[in-house]
């Protein structure tokens, strides 16, 4: 994402820990964080930031993906993981798109026994994806 974060003026912080295994599935989990580090991309470009940190947590770990843009209103959170669905507004218009990535998310979240939640700021929005340590069973 660095180039065309580059192009649009964009700057990430990326907080990790030093050292953190977690047992899950490698494919989904990188589907779930392009799709929401391209909306943050995407949606959030007028905050010129975009910060991507992950914290330990008993059960997994916590992704949180957070722009500075326009965000979400309130009223658009319980849509916005329903297929097809795009919220209309200013920051829509002219960005290309189908709704259904954060369906996509969500359903493979849930298919590696996790979740995503969507948090709304002041200003832009906070997507956290909670991974669940999946070591002690079976992982396809």
């Known amino acids: 994402f660095q180039p065309s974060f580059e192009m649009k003026g964009l700057h990430f912080n990326v907080t990790l820990p030093t050292s953190y295994d ?3 599935d490698k494919d989904a989990i990188t589907q779930i964080l392009m799709n929401l580090i391209s909306n943050a991309e ?3 470009a007028s905050g010129k930031v975009v910060d991507i940190c992950l914290d330990h947590v008993v059960t997994g770990a916590i992704v949180s993906i957070r722009d500075y843009g326009e965000g979400i209103a309130n009223k658009h959170v319980s849509q916005i993981f329903k297929p097809f669905y795009r919220v209309h507004s200013k920051i829509t218009e002219g ?3 189908t709704g259904i990535g ?3 998310a ?5 298919s590696i026994e996790s979740s ?3 948090h709304p700021k002041n200003d832009g929005v906070e997507f956290c994806v909670h ?9 396809n």
């Open 42 to 44: 995407k949606y959030g």
């Open 116 to 118: 995503i939640s969507v």
């Open 22 to 24: 977690i047992h899950s």
């Open 106 to 110: 969500q359903q493979l979240a849930e």
């Open 131 to 139: 991974l669940t340590n999946l070591k002690s069973r079976e992982i």
């Open 95 to 97: 960005v290309a798109g």
């Open 102 to 104: 954060l369906t996509i």
